[in-house]
């Protein structure tokens, strides 16, 4: 197949989108398709993610520039002979969007990466005025909680379908930590902008820090860039953590496998986690994970067994201070066997079927005109 994956954030700029797209790619061409990804991100790629696939991305940075690509490109696929159309889209993703109704008859696969549960009433509005719900388009979401966003926007039922995130699990090997009962290290991994709310997470760290006795060295590190990286650091100077605070930013995948393997429990702070691929790697891992209610993680955090699951800032850090004094059952974090579904074998299988449906969807007179 020519497979085109369209995207309005790719690299060199880092999330889990980015990410999950071009291993998602590379995996698709050593299966032998043509790919190529569609994107809005200005750039020269990453020299950590370097060679295929090809990239065809807005010559200049600026929102003049980006406006003029996007209406040249908005039927790309069709005048391009590709197959497929794989749109990957957030809450605002214009390019992606554009690439819906730009590109018929190409049979289209929108995944969805976000939550949508706080923009419910604007897109009940487009399915009125729009009918979305109504496109030849077969809709998916990375985990169940999106999936079930997207439905509740629609006016008219509408069948989305969970495939999520990759996982390689052999770059994840369980780590058989030893634990100190006086050590309790934490790590996480985030984009450190407002969404992933890395500012909340300090300030739960140092009430962690507060309650725990003074003989348990408390440490932290929490890996990534972005624009709250210099409030943070002003945040810890003021809060006087940065004994104990670790702020590395970007590391490789080799660098955050290290961090894992050093650390007792892995925190993910964020409430509209549509996913969540860092704490699912530190999950594979055999690391507990504590996050939030209603994220993604619950497609792969069973409350109780492979971490714990809160409704609140405060209850994440009760979470914490009973794991820093009651470590879970290694046995049952050593078992990853229920994170095989997300194993890439079995998200490019599914991803497969995806473009499989899509074809079906589209009405006789267009599938005919493509076949023609």
């Known amino acids: 197949m020519r497979v085109l994956h369209v995207t309005d954030v790719y690299l060199p700029r880092l999330g889990g989108i980015e990410l999950h797209i071009r291993d998602l790619a590379m995996r698709q061409l050593a299966d032998g398709h043509d790919v190529e990804i569609l994107t809005m991100t200005h750039g020269r790629g990453s020299a950590e993610f370097p060679?295929?696939?090809?990239?065809v991305r807005p010559q200049r940075s600026g929102w003049p520039p980006k406006a003029s690509f996007l209406w040249q490109m908005r039927n790309y696929a069709r005048s391009n002979g590709f197959d497929v159309v794989h749109a990957h889209v957030s809450t605002l993703s214009p390019l992606s969007y554009a690439s819906l109704r730009g590109n018929a008859p190409v049979p289209v696969v929108v995944s969805v990466h976000s939550l949508w549960r706080r923009y419910t009433a604007i897109w009940r509005f487009f399915d009125r005025t729009l009918g979305w719900t109504q496109w030849p388009v077969v809709w998916s979401a990375v985990s169940r909680?999106?999936?079930d966003d997207v439905a509740e926007g629609g006016v008219r039922p509408l069948d989305v379908r969970v495939v999520p995130n990759g996982i390689d699990l052999s770059e994840w090997p369980v780590v058989d930590r030893v634990r100190d009962p006086k050590e309790f290290r934490i790590v996480s991994t985030m984009r450190l902008s407002g969404r992933k709310r890395p500012l909340p997470l300090l300030r739960m760290l140092h009430?962690?820090?507060q309650r725990l006795p003074d003989d348990v060295n408390v440490s932290?590190?929490?890996v990534g860039e972005g624009p709250r990286r210099q409030a943070m650091q002003r945040y810890a100077e003021r809060r006087q953590m940065t004994s104990w605070l670790e702020l590395p930013g970007h590391l490789t995948r080799r660098g955050i496998a290290a961090a894992l393997a050093d650390a007792d429990v892995y925190v993910a702070p964020a409430t509209m986690e549509s996913f969540g691929i860092a704490a699912l790697e530190a999950r594979a891992t055999g690391l507990p994970v504590v996050g939030r209610t209603g994220s993604g993680l619950s497609d792969f955090i069973v409350h109780g067994r492979d971490?714990?699951?809160v409704d609140n800032d405060r209850a994440m850090v009760d979470a914490l201070e009973q794991l820093a004094t009651t470590p879970m059952d290694k046995r049952a974090l050593h078992d990853v066997t229920q994170l095989q579904q997300m194993?890439?074998?079995?998200?490019v299988r599914r991803t497969t079927d995806l473009y499989a449906a899509a074809g079906s969807a589209l009405p006789a007179g267009a599938r005919a005109?493509?076949?023609s």
Request: aromatic fraction near 4%; glycine fraction near 8%; avoid cysteine.
């Open 207 to 209: 009430e962690l820090r």
């Open 343 to 347: 194993d890439w074998a079995n998200v």
């Open 145 to 147: 909680a999106a999936a």
């Open 369 to 371: 005109r493509k076949a």
């Open 307 to 309: 971490g714990l699951l």
């Open 51 to 55: 060679g295929p696939p090809r990239v």
């Open 220 to 222: 932290a590190v929490i």
